[in-house]
């Protein structure tokens, strides 16, 4: 009996059991659906995070290639930038050779270490000037002069003075001076324009001749043919230059001094003329130097110009560019 009991309590416990278990099956597929839906939720927002991400992603890569692709574009720049750099430099250059080599074409003053410069040309006078002060010095006992033939000389050029006296000796070899430079200018004239018997030296004459002939007929191709450069204008400045320049070195012999310096005075841009002032002429201070001063240049005249005043002159004595002045003895003018 208790046996039997047992087994009914037991059989009784499984039917409560599988009573708990029927109850305990909704809630546990009402709990699996919940668990489903967040799940599902949860997937939903980790799926939008990914494709958010992805498109980052995109966004990141698109934006690295860009910056890439700036960079590239800023190093091909930067070389770029580098060349025309470069190209700038080498055109500069270029253009301060041709501006060189341009102005020295057009350029028609010698620098100052040049053996034509104006200054050299004014020491070489000065020098000239000097040797020919001593070679026609008259002072002294070492010195006899013929008097009378002296006179006549200084009647000639119209000097009031009388030998024997020390002034008369002293315009008597300013005189001298006088006389010998003009004849040296005349042998050189003759010479250059084919008058000499010397045949020793024809060849800087045909040389001089064929220079005049070819700076005319620039002169005349400039003046006809129209054009706008510099160039063709100095032109028969820069032949000129260029041929008495190579005369003044070669073309004459060691001795003819004068010769040389007449030949540099052609090699200057505007070639230097002379001036001798003749006896009685009004002083003029600013061509000429003596033992006078400003005050009293108006009270006396030229007694003897011994040594041409050398200059480019204009007419105008503010414009005049003098070189060296006229080297003169004065004497007090006549009572009218």
Not at 77 to 101: D, F, G, M, P, Y
Not at 234 to 252: C, D, E, M, W
Request: aromatic share 6%.
């Amino acid at each position: 009996m208790i046996l039997s009991r047992i087994k009914s309590f037991q059989s009784f416990s499984r039917k409560i059991k599988e009573a708990k278990e029927l109850q305990q099956v909704p809630l546990n597929n009402k709990m699996k659906d919940e668990n489903q839906e967040l799940i599902l939720s949860e997937n939903k927002s980790l799926e939008n995070q990914i494709v958010g991400l992805a498109d980052n992603k995109s966004q990141i890569g698109n934006s690295v290639s860009l910056e890439d692709e700036s960079r590239d574009t800023q190093e091909l720049k930067k070389r770029e930038n580098e060349n025309l750099k470069t190209q700038v430099k080498e055109l500069i250059k270029e253009n301060s050779k041709q501006q060189a080599a341009l102005d020295n074409l057009t350029n028609v003053f010698w620098n100052d270490d040049e053996s034509h410069n104006s200054k050299k040309l004014i020491q070489d006078i000065t020098d000239l000037q000097d040797m020919l002060t001593d070679f026609t010095m008259v002072q002294g006992s070492d010195y006899k002069i013929n008097n009378n033939e002296a006179n006549s000389l200084l009647r000639a050029f119209k000097c009031e003075v009388n030998c024997p006296s020390s002034r008369a000796s002293l315009v008597l070899g300013f005189l001298l001076q006088r006389i010998t430079i003009a004849k040296i200018i005349e042998e050189v004239e003759k010479y250059l324009n084919g008058f000499s018997k010397n045949q020793e030296m024809t060849l800087e004459r045909d040389i001089v001749n064929t220079t005049e002939t070819l700076i005319n007929q620039i002169i005349l191709f400039e003046k006809n043919l129209k054009g706008e450069d510099d160039t063709t204008k100095i032109t028969p400045i820069k032949i000129r230059q260029n041929v008495y320049s190579a005369l003044s070195h070669r073309g004459f012999p060691s001795g003819s001094l004068f010769n040389q310096k007449h030949s540099n005075f052609k090699t200057q841009a505007s070639v230097p003329t002379y001036k001798f002032f003749d006896a009685g002429q009004a002083l003029e201070p600013h061509l000429m130097k003596g033992a006078f001063g400003n005050d009293e240049s108006k009270k006396l005249e030229v007694e003897i110009c011994g040594f041409p005043c050398i200059g480019i002159f204009t007419g105008d004595k503010l414009s005049d560019r003098i070189f060296i002045k006229a080297q003169i003895i004065p004497r007090s003018k006549r009572l009218s």
